[in-house]
T-cell receptor, first 109, second 117 residues
Framework: RKEVEQDPGPFNVPEGATVAFNCTYSNSASQSFFWYRQDCRKEPKLLMSVYSSGNEDGRFTAQLNRASQYISLLIRDSKLSDSATYLCVVIKAGTALIFGKGTTLSVSS | EPEVTQTPSHQVTQMGQEVILRCVPISNHLYFYWYRQILGQKVEFLVSFYNNEISEKSEIFDDQFSVERPDGSNFTLKIRSTKLEDSAMYFC???????????????FGSGTRLTVV
């Protein structure tokens, strides 16, 4: 089983749509959770940390379910500029980031 | 906004040659990392460096690889005797010390695209 699994997509949505991405992780001892965004051939950029209580940053909402080892990202009112690959990332021990392969989002007008 | 700077942006090397990839982390960060991403694949952890020594490394980071912080600002990744399968984007990253990686994540550099021919 892969350490971090994501639906690769692509998700093709119109502007204004709401889209949700899911992620599962295999190691129950994982400590920290993040969503990163990666544009084509660019570096990953931190989108948001994910907390057990759930957290929101503008149009983005992240949820963590430790019992199910499941992380989600909800994007409301999608913009063209949201088109990117969204990477689910965990830290299981130490400080090394373990990346999923990413989910590709394409927002069209 | 502070940046992690990587040079060169693209390097082409012959198989069997040694390459050195360079990074300047954010000045007040104390954790430093190298990751790689083979085209079309996920980002993979190579090594972390803290307090002037390797703190963690992955199975990928074998004797072919080494890291160094030769002065107060640079952080380098050396790949000896490059192979075709070393072709990838190599990202340097840094993080703040006090709880930084687990709370704030990292800041990544824009990467060095290594092509081994």
């Amino acid at each position: 089983r892969k350490e971090v699994e994501q639906d690769p997509g692509p998700f093709n949505v119109p502007e204004g749509a709401t889209v949700a991405f899911n992620c599962t992780y295999s190691n129950s001892a994982s400590q920290s959770f993040f969503w990163y965004r990666q544009d084509c051939r660019k570096e990953p950029k931190l989108l948001m940390s994910v907390y057990s209580s759930g957290n929101e940053d503008g149009r983005f909402t992240a949820q963590l379910n430790r019992a199910s080892q499941y992380i989600s990202l909800l994007i409301r009112d999608s913009k063209l500029s949201d088109s990117a690959t969204y990477l689910c990332v965990v830290i299981k021990a130490g400080t090394a980031l373990i990346f999923g392969k990413g989910t590709t989002l394409s927002v069209s007008s | 906004e502070p940046e992690v700077t990587q040079t060169p942006s693209h390097q082409v090397t012959q198989m069997g040659q040694e390459v050195i990839l360079r990074c300047v982390p954010i000045s007040n960060h104390l954790y430093f990392y190298w990751y790689r991403q083979i085209l079309g694949q996920k980002v993979e952890f190579l090594v972390s460096f803290y307090n002037n020594e390797i703190s963690e490394k992955s199975e990928i980071f074998d004797d072919q690889f080494s890291v160094e912080r030769p002065d107060g600002s640079n952080f380098t990744l050396k790949i000896r005797s490059t192979k075709l399968e070393d072709s990838a984007m190599y990202f340097c990253a840094s993080s703040e010390a006090s709880g930084g990686p687990a709370i704030y994540g990292y800041t990544f550099g824009s990467g060095t695209r290594l092509t081994v021919v």
